[in-house]
């Protein structure tokens, strides 16, 4: 099974609800499923829709075609037809005016029904719901179990309401549509998957946070990142983290480093432009030392870009970004799942190295909900790295050691006088010009990244190891990526895939030897410059042989990845 | 066929680039009727639409300027005000008129308002303040009262912060006219905002609006309708109250009327009168 909706409309529509209740319906029977969202920057009006995929096998990215379109507006019922399969089906709100009607088309009384049967045109949700459940011919009764459960706490009276409404357009279609999909669906098991707990990426970041014992964040609200933020201060009050919303990114990151020299684990969580304004403080935080987390959900730019949509075009610029040198981590995560892991590390590995440690989401992995395992949190391993002890002498901030890290002591711990500086400094943190010096400090830096190295996690490869054709990628393309794989894969093409998640420093080991083995090797990246492939040609001298790129705002597909490899000739 | 009514044109859409409505704006905001005043006070004045610039940054108020036909700038978040300096510097024949939110001009971009407030440049900044970063999903921003609820200020606790008073702010920083009305207070605000494009100097006049979609519906204030009329009932008149009595209590009391009106030598035109000076030196 793999049955993909479309759900349609105007911003403040409620589209968002037809779409969770649909995805919980079919999580509560056991299925895997993928949402995305696709949304207009703008409060009310425009176009927007979500699109739920549902599947027996794990999903991890949307499907280039729909079976069932719900469509709220007439813009929702013109602009995906071209999607629909051939025997998928459209139903939209009676109400609007459209006269083009086709086979597939089903003028549906959503409102109509909400008010009559339900008393509330709030309950044009469940409507909905009822009708794409009659085309698919879903037993009826599984479904009422799970409304009754999703609107308990409502009260019985919303309850009864939702699934009357429910029912009647569930009949009604049954009794005045024809057409119904390929997929059949009346004699539905039970899934395979038994994973119920439905989070988007960004609510990942903000567990993971959690769960690694953040005690700071102070950010800036910015597309695609704030609901981590707005998750963690709906928090904060139970775990006694400290939250402050900023006057800009700038302030953000320095308070976030502030909290980090006093003690605590901290974070900033922002989009490109915010990280923009970082970039002072991000060098800041590098010359004193000062662990840090900034989590960065990406959106295309350059300046205000698209503020709602897709890209991964901050790698090079996170790579880079500040004036002078010094190492860094940036980390990735490929799913929800991933980042929850991924944001645990990145607080473990700030302590450890005592750098700043980038998180590179986007809004495709920071918007988009799949169905995940429960997480158990006391797995979590927090590392606060190298503390200072007291039989240590005089305690100096940046004393020198063999592996580049000073033990870490707090303003105000007992006998410890903690001094740090943005200029170059001698080990007990005051400035100095003195050229050895500098250069001691130098290598203590560049001393850390062969360590860090061996600390992060090598690429994992899927498929072959001996294909004779490798997708590479990066963050969260992996889904459509790994999927594009599969499809080529059971046709009988060649071919395997290397994904990084931990993607600076680079780890070059597996990477030598997928390109000693592949004789074609695509990046497919979410930016137009290849920017992975062309750190991998900076870091290891090996250059790909072909690329995919997509940065229309747009996530991938499979059918997409496929499509352009076809085009630039590498199948 | 049937004929359908004749519909009438906005006696502005004249300067409104109509190919890019409908408006943004949910129901019930007022940006657009802030938008409307500031079409009526140009067309008053009579401006050559050629040689006006209409500067914003971003969020709800941000996307204004892209409905005026005159030059128009969107600019990054909090930099209108700085943009905008450089296009009057640059050509100070150019009437140049900054119209963004109380996030963009008070928070992110506040540094640049104290500072061009101090340099006197003659540009008009009106601040639409609606208390919330709206086009985000209403977190609280400078302007929020304490206490208030928004997305990153939940319930029970809200806003711990306390606000700026935009009017005082902009007066103790050197602007040279500041004004403050509601949204509702259509014609004596439009009014303000002629002098403020006529003044010489840097003027700033904040309007108070309404975000039902966000900030109201968190802090439980109302429709569209219900916000506007309490901003109507809690408005009092005092022109001329010196700006640091110029209170601003959501509930209770929004002062409104023109605080500041001075004279002060203005930016450019010092900048070229020490450029004649120079030259006459050699």
Redo the contacts between chains.
Sequence with gaps: MDISFNIGGEA?QGIDTIGDLLAQIFVKQGFYTFTHKDFM??????YNFNVIRVSDRPVHAPSHKYDVIIALTEDAIRRPRDSLVEDGVIIFEDSIEFSDLEPCHFPAPLLKTARKVGGNIRMMNAAALGAILSVLKFPFHLAQDTLAEIFGRKGQKIVEGNIAVAKALFDLTAKEFSRSCSENLSTIKKGPCSDRMMITGNRAVALGAMAANVKWVSS????PS?SV??DI??NA?KLRIG?I?T???IAALLMAIGASFGGVRSLTTTSG?GFSLMVEALGFAAMTETPVVIYNAQRPGP??GLPTRTEQSDLLFSVFASQGEFPRIILAPKDPLDGFDVTVRAFNLAEKYQVPVIILGDQYFADSVMNLPRIDVSTVSIDRGKLAKDDDGEYKRHRLTDDGVSPRAFPGDPGKIVVSTGNVHLEDGHITEDPEIRNAMVHKFMNKIPFILEDLNHPTLDGTSDAEMTLLSWGSSWGATNEAMSILSEDGVSINHLHFTDVYPLRDEVLKEVFARASKVIAVEQNTLSQFAKLVRMEVGLSVTHHVNRYDGRPLTARWIIDKLEEVGAL | MTESAPVLRHPMSKYIREDRQ?W????GCSIGIVTNMVARAIDKLGLDFNKVVVVSG?G?SGRSSGYFKTGTY?T???RAIAFAEGVKIANPDLEVIVISGDGDIA??G?NHLIHACRRNIDITVICINNFN?????G??G?TTEHERYS????RP?GNIEHPFNLVKLAASSGSTFVARWTAVQARRATRSIERAIKKKGFSFVEIIGACP??YGRMNRLGDGLKMHEHLLEVAEIKNGLPPHEAELEYESKIICGEFVDIEKPEYTAVLRAAHTKFKESI
């Design positions: 403040g920057s703008r409060i009310r009006g425009g800036y609200p910015m597309s704030t933020f707005q201060v709906s009050e939250t919303q006057e800009d990114e432009g300046s205000t | 409908p943004i704006y949910c129901p971003i709800c969107h990054t978040h909090g928070a992110i506040g970063y709206g086009m985000t999903g977190q609280f400078p997305q990153t200020s939940p606790i979609t966000a």
